[in-house]
């Protein structure tokens, strides 16, 4: 049983842990001069760290193109499919395994300590591993837990997740849904550690926030009940999962060949842990987590894992969760509609919405080469009208359907107080560019809205369309 733990007597620490990170909103102030410096402290802080916990790699470390994705891995030679890229003792990691207790490596840990071992309100496993990373930041979880979160962890004036967001932040996203959880998730962890919870500056979230973000976008299910922090495996971007990729110009029917995604948009790699108790001596001993290749991969190409796996996040989780969004459309992503019985009694008939888009439209919304579109077609109540002759009528039910389903979306589009053109400017060219480096905040609110507005646009349209019928 776990218990809340009182910080106050923690506050000297933290304070240590404030001095000895980087000052915060530091970017602003950044010439590319010092930006290359801090790059290349952080590789030479990755390389030395690796060595200290015995990681065996072939993977370092770079700063990767895409929108305010910060660091990543790369590959420093050609792999083969199969072939393990990088391999980190479980002895370096933080572990919470509800069968095997708690491991991570030596040294005082009092937060985590403090919150695992209560006695009244268990805490959740991501609570515990966000102590942990405190205790890290204080120096509490020994010299390579304090260089880890300072050097290799992103600065919290960085971080792109809403629940680190103040109101001002939370309001670019233009969403009101994703604010109101980002406020209930802020109020969740100021009822269980107030002390905590003091932001580090105007706009800038508090130590305690910056510590459950990383764990929410770099902490891993490692078991049935196990969860871990794996410091250098937590260093890999996502890209889509495989078997989530839509197939390549195949010759089928019913539409033009499609071209497949470049390859840096699909994972390369996996994480796996070993079976427990593979290695020899004490517990954990021996046992490891590891990157292994999905496919063959070249020198220099980045190493990416799916954090979604084949059925994929809605765009409101990726951000919610991760603090980003696919660029460029999300088939799994879906428009949140309310659909009271009158309507589920009415769906949209597939069979007019195919005609509506014509043959080759319709096949790439099935196959999601058109991820907008895929998604769109999902969110809606749809019947499959079986073969007709000629062209198909729509029930007068499923006209009203669309109509009613249209004010949704409009009403969700109206919430938007900029316009996606000029949304999609910000982001552009070297002007974007700019914005994601100097505020990646804002960049990825811009991006989730953008994301958003093209998938409302294109559901209003076919809705639209639908219901001129
Ligand atoms: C597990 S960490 C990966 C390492 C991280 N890029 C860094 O600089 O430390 C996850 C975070 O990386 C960023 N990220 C990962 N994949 C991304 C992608 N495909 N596009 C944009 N950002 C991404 C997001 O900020 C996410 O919260």
């Known amino acids: 049983m776990l218990k809340t733990v009182s910080c106050r007597e923690n506050r000297p620490a933290l304070q240590h842990a404030r001095a000895r990170r980087r000052p915060v909103c530091r970017a602003a102030a950044q010439t590319p001069h010092s930006l290359a410096e801090e790059l290349q402290a952080a590789r030479d802080t990755y390389r030395s760290l690796a060595e200290a916990a015995r990681v065996e790699t072939s993977l370092d470390l770079r700063q990767t193109d895409g929108v305010s994705a910060g660091l ?83 600065a919290p004036e960085r971080l ?44 800038v979230p508090s130590w305690f926030q910056w510590a459950f973000a990383c764990v929410r976008s770099r902490a891993f299910r490692a078991g049935p009940d196990a969860f871990a922090f794996v410091p250098f495996l937590d260093l890999a971007n996502h890209a889509d999962a495989p078997q989530a990729v839509p197939p390549g110009p195949s010759g089928a029917s019913g539409g033009a060949a499609t071209p497949a995604p470049p390859s840096n948009q699909v994972a390369n790699a996996d994480f796996r842990a070993s079976p427990a108790g593979a290695g020899s001596g004490e517990a954990g001993a021996g046992e490891y987590f590891e990157l292994y290749a999905l496919r063959d991969i070249v ?14 996040y809605t765009n409101q989780r990726f951000m919610a969760q991760y603090g980003f969004v696919p660029v460029g459309g999300n088939a799994a ?16 008939d597939l069979e007019v919405l195919q005609e509506l888009l014509g ?38 039910g499923s006209v009203r359907t669309a109509q009613a389903l249209l004010q949704q979306v409009e009403a969700q589009i109206a919430e938007g107080t900029t316009t996606l053109e000029a949304d999609e400017a910000l982001l552009g060219g070297a002007e974007g560019r700019a914005l994601a480096e100097a505020d990646p905040r804002q960049a990825a609110a811009v991006a989730y809205r953008v994301e958003r507005k093209r998938l409302l646009d294109k559901t209003a349209a076919l809705l639209r369309a639908y219901a001129r019928r």
């Open 160 to 203: 792109t997740l809403p629940m680190c967001w103040e109101p001002q932040r939370l309001a670019q996203l233009q969403h009101r849904d994703i604010a109101t959880a980002a406020e209930a998730q802020q109020d969740r962890l100021m009822g269980l550690f107030p002390e905590l919870m003091e932001p580090l500056a105007p706009d």
């Open 72 to 154: 990543g891995l790369a590959a420093t030679r050609p792999h083969a499919k199969n072939e393990v890229l990088m391999r980190v003792p479980r002895s370096a990691a933080i572990v919470l395994d509800y069968d095997r207790g708690l491991s991570m490596p030596p040294a005082r840990w009092p937060r985590l300590r403090g919150g695992a071992s209560s006695s009244i309100d268990p805490l959740p496993w991501d609570i515990l591993q966000a102590l942990a990373l405190v205790d890290g930041l204080a120096g509490d979880g020994g010299e390579f837990w304090a260089r880890y979160c300072d050097v290799l962890l992103p």
């Open 333 to 348: 992503d879906r428009v949140k509609l309310e659909l009271t019985p009158e309507m589920q009694s009415a769906p949209l």
């Open 359 to 396: 043959d080759a439209l319709f096949m790439s919304a099935l196959r999601g080469t058109d991820p907008y579109l895929t998604a769109a077609l999902k969110s809606l109540p749809l019947v499959d009208g079986g073969g007709s002759n000629g062209v198909k009528a729509a029930t007068a």
């Open 299 to 312: 020198a220099g190409e980045e190493v990416t894992i799916s954090y979604a796996g084949p059925e994929g």
